[in-house]
């Protein structure tokens, strides 16, 4: 399996919306799970949202992005995305994709998963 890439980070104003991607690059088998997970400066990575390969099994941690933040899957093209509304600063963050095979999606920490992105940063600011 290749290392998961994310992209669509940057800058925005609160209020505004964001779409985040991740091409998992999943390769030997139709059973993964992809995760987004997130990390402030000086804070600790926490886990955000995950979903299963069917498409159709997610898990949201709690917290205020439960209510605005979704998950998609294109299984197809194995690219999970994070579409991120009424961003707020305290949203600013690393935003981290991650991957793992398996029959279902591990719980939201991150020595649960095998597959890591580098990465893509997200700035909420006015």
């Known amino acids: 399996q290749g290392q998961p890439a994310e992209s669509g980070g940057g800058s925005v104003q609160p209020g505004e919306s964001l779409r985040l991607s991740c091409k998992a690059e999943?390769?030997?088998?139709?059973?993964?799970?992809v995760a987004w997970l997130r990390q402030a400066a000086g804070g600790e990575r926490t886990g955000i949202v995950s979903i299963y390969s069917d498409g159709g099994v997610t898990n949201y941690a709690p917290g205020s992005t439960k209510r605005r933040f979704q998950i998609f899957l294109n299984n197809g093209r194995r690219t999970a995305y994070l579409q991120m509304h009424d961003l707020i600063p305290e949203d600013s963050a690393t935003y981290y994709c991650a991957a793992n095979l398996g029959r279902a999606c591990p719980p939201l920490v991150i020595d649960r998963f095998r597959f890591w992105g580098q990465g893509t940063q997200v700035n909420v600011a006015s």
């Open positions: 999943i390769t030997t088998s139709p059973y993964y799970c």
